[in-house]
């Protein structure tokens, strides 16, 4: 059975910090793996997504990830972090051809002081 | 519009109510999921549909759920003699399925239900 560990349920960095978001996942083949941002009060929307090829993915807002198959991970990285950053952040595990079935994990809150 | 519309945004309704949550995915989106989101926990699939084919009902929690998709767009989710453990942000998403290659799933903003 797959499944995705978020170890951290909240985290609070400066603005201007990096930011490093850590997810686990268990999965029995090839896993196609997401991060979401949940802003409060809306839909969930993605960030970046990986599959095959370069283990260091680039998405939106500045943010990156890389896949490492040895620790069965996919943390979320960004250099410098912003206010409007302030949300929560899924990471997913699933299958190519079905990613909406995927596996969220619990959320991660992330909380930006000035 | 431009993204998936849901409604109601907010529901409150007593023990026992049946319950209508609707979905309007992007204008030719073939696929289209519903989840359940309960406070402090990730995402939880609930049924997928594709197209013309079954819906994939395997995330169900019972049969008090059901939803149905009518003409390939708007999507239904119905919960029938709610209980309190209902409570919780009901979302939907869509996506341009790319043959075998599911594409990205956009989400709605969801319905949040309370069950008093």
């Known amino acids: 059975a797959q499944s995705v560990t978020q170890p951290d349920i909240h985290i609070t960095v400066s603005e201007g910090a990096s930011l490093e978001l850590r997810c686990n996942y268990s999965y029995g083949a090839t896993p196609y793996l997401f991060w979401y941002v949940q802003s409060p009060g809306q839909g969930l929307q993605l960030l970046l997504k990986?599959?095959?090829?370069?283990?260091l993915v680039q998405g939106i807002k500045g943010f990156e990830a890389e896949f490492k198959r040895s620790q069965s991970s996919f943390n979320l990285r960004k250099p410098s972090v912003h206010w409007s950053d302030a949300a929560e952040y899924f990471c997913?595990?699933?299958?190519?051809?079905?990613?909406?079935?995927?596996?969220f994990g619990d959320g991660t809150t992330l909380t930006v002081k000035p | 519009g431009a993204g998936v519309s849901q409604s109601p945004s907010n529901k409150v309704t007593e023990k026992g109510k049946d319950v209508e949550l609707r979905c309007d995915p992007i204008s030719g989106h073939t696929a289209l999921y519903w989840y359940r989101q309960s406070l402090g926990q990730g995402l939880e699939f609930l049924i997928y549909f594709q197209g013309n084919s079954a819906p994939d009902k395997s995330g169900l929690p019972s049969d008090r759920f059901s939803a149905e998709r009518t003409g390939g767009s708007v999507s239904t989710l119905t919960i029938q003699r709610t209980q309190q453990e209902d409570s919780a942000v009901y979302l939907c998403a869509s996506s341009l399925a790319l043959g075998s290659v599911a594409g990205e799933l956009f989400f709605g903003e969801g319905s949040r239900l309370t069950v008093l």
């Open positions: 990986y599959f095959s090829g370069d283990t």
């Open positions: 997913a595990v699933g299958a190519l051809s079905n990613a909406g079935k995927s596996t």
